[in-house]
């Protein structure tokens, strides 16, 4: 059953809000992360820093583990459909992914605005659950300064950005395979967004 979503007037531009309330969210949950002991991080992370690249692979692995729980959950949802409100769990998991790969975004000082991407119900949508994780990987594999390496190199930013705004496209695509609108992308996100604000409240 998919949550009640209170009625609002949609934004002007759907995406620079959800980076907008992602930006909020990233402080509340960087207060409770410090709390419980995680190290401190300045924002915007740096692209060339060996510290900073481990913190935005974290956040690359954490979208593919919601992007993981998104499939196991349609798989428990089946049949597949067009209709994204017979897949609830799936959706649930898919805001997940949505709200990590935003993160990554404001984490970086990045913001994301581009065209809302072409995509349609014809999409594989099971098998189309990897290719966000795939372009993430070629995204992950231009920060070279890992901890067992003494050399320094240099981060191809254009190559980086680029392959995450292909994520970013691939994940959007998936929505879209289920007959997801921009407005219905927007109250799923905000539905989960939601959550997360009571989880921390709550100290979940």
Known sequence: MMPE??????????WQ????????????YHEVEVKNGFPDIETPLLLNDPADQLKIKEFCWRVTEELAEAQEALLSELPVTDDFKNHPHTMEEL?????FLTEIFTMIGFDHQETFPPGGPEHDKVGSFFLPTYYLGLAANCLKNKPWKSSHLETDENKFIRHLREARCALINIFIGFGCSEDDIWDLYMSKNKINYKRIESNY
């Open 5 to 14: 979503i209170e009625e609002e007037n949609y934004p002007n531009d759907i």
């Open 95 to 99: 805001s997940d992914a949505l709200h």
């Open 17 to 28: 809000a959800i980076y907008n309330h992602q930006f909020e969210l990233m402080n509340k």
